[in-house]
């Protein structure tokens, strides 16, 4: 499928459909069960023209199950949610608890995640704040087996409906698209930011506003540690620009006689 969107912001790269299927598709890349990983190293590969999938046990780390759908993965955390409280917060050097478990992890872990789960990572003020994060998130189960990122062109929209399109725009693209996404809809507040990591806010943060009256799209690669994770794979001046699909087709129909097609972004996109 080649989307009017991409052709209009001159994308450099392809814009990612997140799909539920039964099937994994054929060559797909994914992880290995058990092993780590980043969720957002596969958004990268497939923005760069390949196809990942992802399962219950392949789902790379405890914030990407929690954010490809797969459940609360929280609970997985060493030491469960209480350690992860303490680990997204002021580090469990800080309670009993936390110590004994960082004591079990120091052979086993490596020395950044033991040094981050013991000092935290300093991402909310509090492990009282994390607690409340972490239950105002939208975790989900999805109904599917797999969750599927694929190149958008090699999409046939005739057989198979991504759940979300994710856009990977600099900032010239992203204003575009915080336009369009304004451009038919009689308010404009049709666009959020919420802190989250990079793979809820392309996962579960735009399936939730897929199941709304009127979906809005969902910044994201505001995530620290996934910005420092993908610095070697993207363009460091990208954010992402999560849609839900029925936004998406009422995006693309009102790219003719917008903006896009007039002289403020043709300005923009010059030399």
């Known amino acids: 499928m080649e989307s009017k969107i991409a052709r209009s912001l001159n994308l450099k790269y392809h814009p990612v459909a997140v ?14 069960e058990g092993k780590w990983g980043c ?30 759908g797969f459940g609360n993965q929280y609970l997985n955390f060493p030491g469960g949610m209480e350690c992860f409280y303490y680990f997204l917060s002021t580090g469990n050097e800080n309670w009993q608890k ?32 994390v607690k409340k994060f972490i239950d105002s998130l939208p975790i989900m189960e999805v109904p599917k087996k797999y969750v599927v990122f694929k190149p958008l062109t090699h999409l046939d929209p005739t057989q198979e409906q991504p759940q979300v399109v994710v856009f990977l725009a600099d900032p010239d693209q992203l204003s ?10 009689e308010d404009n507040q049709n666009v959020i930011a919420p802190f989250a990591a990079g793979c809820q806010q392309i996962g579960i943060f735009p399936y939730q506003e897929a199941r709304s009256e009127r979906p809005r799209a969902v910044i994201g690669l505001t995530d620290l540690s996934a910005r420092k994770n993908l610095k070697k794979q993207l363009d460091r001046n990208v954010l992402s620009f999560a849609v839900p699909w029925r936004m998406f087709e009422e995006m693309e129909e009102n790219v003719e006689g917008s903006f896009l097609q007039k002289e403020t972004w043709k300005a923009l996109q010059a030399p």
């Not at 799909?19 to 290995?32: H, I, N, Q, T, V």
């Not at 872990?109 to 990572?121: I, N, S």
């Not at 575009?176 to 809809?185: E, F, P, T």
Request: aromatic share 12%; glycine share 14%.
């Open 176 to 185: 575009a698209l915080v336009v369009l996404a304004n451009y038919g809809r």
């Open 19 to 32: 799909l539920w299927s039964e099937d994994r598709p054929e060559k797909a890349m994914g992880f290995k």
């Open 39 to 68: 969720v957002m190293w596969m958004l990268a590969a497939a923005a760069k023209g390949r196809t990942a999938a992802f399962d219950e046990k392949t789902y790379g780390c405890w914030g990407g199950g929690v954010g490809l």
């Open 98 to 129: 936390g110590r004994d478990m960082a004591e079990k992890l120091a052979s086993a872990a490596g020395k950044e995640f033991l040094e981050e789960f013991r000092h935290g990572e300093g991402f909310m003020k509090s492990p009282e704040l």
